[in-house]
């Protein structure tokens, strides 16, 4: 496509948000993005979403260790056998 009229997926929106408490606080914030950044970030947080369920299960289902038994020690002064 020429320089007048661009791809449609690599051209940038812009997207603006302000928020404010009271007459101190002001946030402004301001996004570009293009649609093909969009699927991107969105194939991303797709594949992490559909990543924790089995670490989750990972976790939760594997075997515990019994615990640890005391070591029986030969009282002090006794020789010993080796």
Same mark, same amino acid.
């Given at each position: 496509?020429? %320089?007048?009229?661009?791809?449609? +997926? =690599? ?7 302000? $928020?404010? @408490?009271?007459?101190?606080? !002001? ?5 570009? %993005?293009?649609?093909?950044?969009? +699927? =991107? ?7 992490? $979403?559909? @990543?924790?369920?089995?670490? !989750? ?23 010993? @056998?080796?």
């Amino acid at each position: 496509m020429d %320089a007048d009229n661009p791809h449609p +997926l =690599a051209a940038p929106q812009t997207a603006r948000a302000s $928020l404010r @408490a009271g007459d101190r606080f !002001v946030m402004e914030a301001e996004v570009r %993005a293009t649609p093909l950044g969009l +699927l =991107a970030v969105g194939g991303l947080v797709a594949v992490i $979403l559909l @990543a924790v369920p089995p670490i !989750v299960r990972a976790h939760i289902g594997r075997p515990r260790l019994p615990p640890a038994r005391p070591i029986a020690l030969p009282p002090p002064g006794a020789a010993s @056998a080796l």
